[in-house]
């Protein structure tokens, strides 16, 4: 890649200016992955709770008929962190707070990186995709 680096023209910029540019794009283009991976893995979330709820629920009567309707329109209300925090019991700790700080991590780029509010970690998508998986399959497992 440095021979095309060496070879290819910029206008008005510096080879140095210009791979600055190329690397700071590179890391934008990877916290935009990072967002749509977690929206993705946010949507999937919500749906495979809904669907737990609504396999795993005799309606029998009217109280059961209302909290699950409850239960469905107030799903798009709650928390990543206590969709999370509701799956303790079949996914792994470790695994849980990877995914808690990857959220952290998406606030932060969403809510435009403020430098005085740095997240606990950095990430990639690569390590994003796969804790997201492994929650994910071990959720999906257990239940």
Do not use: C
Request: charged share 25%; no cysteine; net charge neutral.
């Amino acid at each position: 890649m440095q021979r095309l680096h060496n070879r290819t023209v910029f206008f008005g910029k510096k080879k140095d200016q210009m791979l600055k540019k190329m690397t700071d794009v590179e890391i934008e283009l990877d916290d935009i992955m990072i967002l749509s991976l977690f929206a993705s893995f946010e949507r999937e979330l919500r749906v495979s709770i809904q669907a737990i709820i609504d396999i795993n629920t005799n309606k029998i009567n009217s109280t059961l008929v209302r909290l699950t309707s409850l239960t469905t329109e107030s799903i798009e209300r709650w928390t990543v962190s206590d969709m999370v925090d509701a799956l303790a019991d079949v996914v792994d700790v470790g695994v849980r707070g990877k995914i808690k700080q990857i959220y952290e991590y998406r606030n932060w780029v969403a809510d435009g990186k403020n430098q005085n509010k740095l997240p606990s970690i950095q990430t990639d998508p690569k390590t994003v995709q796969v804790f997201l998986y492994d929650f994910m399959i071990q959720a999906k497992n257990a239940i």
